[in-house]
């Protein structure tokens, strides 16, 4: 049973996380895609998103979220 590539892709779409980068104010609609442009493993982006890593490449990381609500974990 194959999944058809095209719902995998809206069904990961609906559940992403939109990231924002607070040094350049990139922001990405997944640590997916900030990983891949920066190519790095997500988990390192998710762990700065929520205050349990280091800079990223020399980059932080929030989820857009908590930017806009200024929540920002530290």
């Not at 988990?43 to 929030?62: D, E, S, W």
């Not at 989820?63 to 609500?69: F, G, I, L, V």
């Amino acid at each position: 049973h194959r999944v058809d590539p095209e719902v995998s892709r809206r069904v990961a779409d609906q559940i992403s996380i939109p990231i924002i980068c607070l040094d350049t104010m990139k922001e990405y609609k997944s640590a997916v895609e900030a990983a891949n442009e920066l190519n790095v493993n997500p988990t390192n982006i998710r762990k700065v998103c929520i205050g349990k890593g280091k800079p990223c490449r020399g980059l932080r990381f929030a989820k857009k979220s908590d930017y806009e609500n200024g929540t920002i974990p530290e």
